[in-house]
């Protein structure tokens, strides 16, 4: 009697043996997406991740569960830092890009301007007297064949001062433009009770000659500055006197506008 009852007991609740190799599949079939998934994502920060989640579901440690969610955030952060990154790089591109413009317009506003200059020196045939350059700091324009200044001294000589006057008429614009007026010197060095030092001549220099500009009343001096270069900047040699002469000589120069002023 006991072991009818012992054998129904046993019918009623049938061996659980089966549930350990199902676990083992599921466990094998997991990996598998996993490795499948890495795979879909060539990235080696993840491929690393993957392993070890693969090492943890094998030996019982991380869970899939958790790398999801680890995942997750470490792509959210990624996401973050991607976005920020491409904004600053749009910004600088915008930056980059508006700065080429502005250098592209003034570029071509100086063009124009040395054009009319030209053609002002071509039609009262002035041309052996001024040149215009385009420089890296705006158009420039030199006097040539003319010695402006006596050695030591700093005011135009009087056969010269006609040459500033019809200097004056280039820098005639509708739109007045920054001017800068800068001086020069040979190298013989000064210490007089006028000018201790070729820095202070070559100013003066430049101030003088500035004078005879502005005696044009169409001219605006708060358009005008000085600056004085001394002995540093030559155009010829100063082994010589006619080289020395070259360099005791001044410079105009038209500087581009900046946000449609002049600067």
């Given at each position: 009697?006991?072991?009818?009852?012992?054998?129904?007991?046993?019918?009623?609740?049938?061996?659980?043996?089966?549930?350990?190799?199902?676990?083992?599949?599921?466990?094998?079939?997991?990996?598998?997406?996993?490795?499948?998934?890495?795979m879909s994502s060539i990235d080696a920060q993840k491929f690393q991740k993957f392993s070890k989640v693969l090492?943890?579901?094998?030996?019982g440690?991380?869970?899939?569960?958790?790398?999801?969610?680890?995942?997750?955030?470490?792509?959210?952060?990624?996401?973050?830092?991607?976005?920020?990154e491409t904004k600053k790089q749009t910004q600088n591109n915008l930056t980059n890009n508006n700065q080429a413009s502005s250098n592209t317009n003034n570029d071509?506003?100086?063009?124009?301007?040395?054009?009319?200059?030209?053609?002002?020196?071509?039609?009262?045939?002035?041309?052996?007297?001024?040149?215009?350059?385009?420089?890296?700091?705006?158009?420039?324009?030199?006097?040539?064949?003319?010695v402006l200044f006596d050695?030591?001294?700093?005011?135009?000589?009087?056969?010269?001062?006609?040459?500033?006057?019809?200097?004056?008429?280039?820098?005639?614009?509708?739109?007045?433009?920054?001017?800068?007026?800068?001086?020069?010197t040979d190298n013989i060095p000064i210490h007089n009770s006028k000018y201790k030092s070729n820095w202070e001549l070559s100013v003066m220099r430049a101030t003088n000659f500035l004078k005879i500009l502005l005696e044009n009343?169409?001219?605006?001096?708060?358009?005008f500055s000085v600056r004085g270069y001394g002995e540093f900047k030559p155009i010829a040699s100063n082994a010589t006197a006619a080289g020395r002469e070259k360099n005791r000589r001044v410079e105009v120069l038209i500087?581009?506008?900046t946000n449609g002023k002049s600067q």
């Open positions: 009697m006991s072991k009818r009852r012992t054998k129904k007991r046993e019918e009623e609740h049938p061996s659980e043996s089966w549930l350990l190799p199902y676990a083992d599949l599921l466990t094998l079939l997991l990996a598998l997406f996993i490795v499948l998934f890495a090492n943890g579901v094998f030996v440690g991380t869970s899939f569960f958790d790398y999801t969610k680890q995942t997750a955030d470490d792509n959210n952060g990624s996401s973050e830092v991607k976005s920020v071509q506003q100086l063009k124009d301007t040395q054009e009319k200059i030209d053609q002002y020196i071509q039609a009262k045939k002035l041309k052996g007297k001024f040149q215009t350059s385009l420089t890296d700091e705006g158009l420039l324009i030199t006097i040539r064949d003319n050695s030591g001294e700093a005011s135009v000589r009087k056969g010269d001062i006609k040459t500033a006057k019809q200097l004056s008429h280039l820098l005639e614009m509708d739109t007045p433009r920054s001017i800068i007026v800068s001086g020069y009343s169409n001219l605006n001096a708060k358009y500087l581009p506008k």
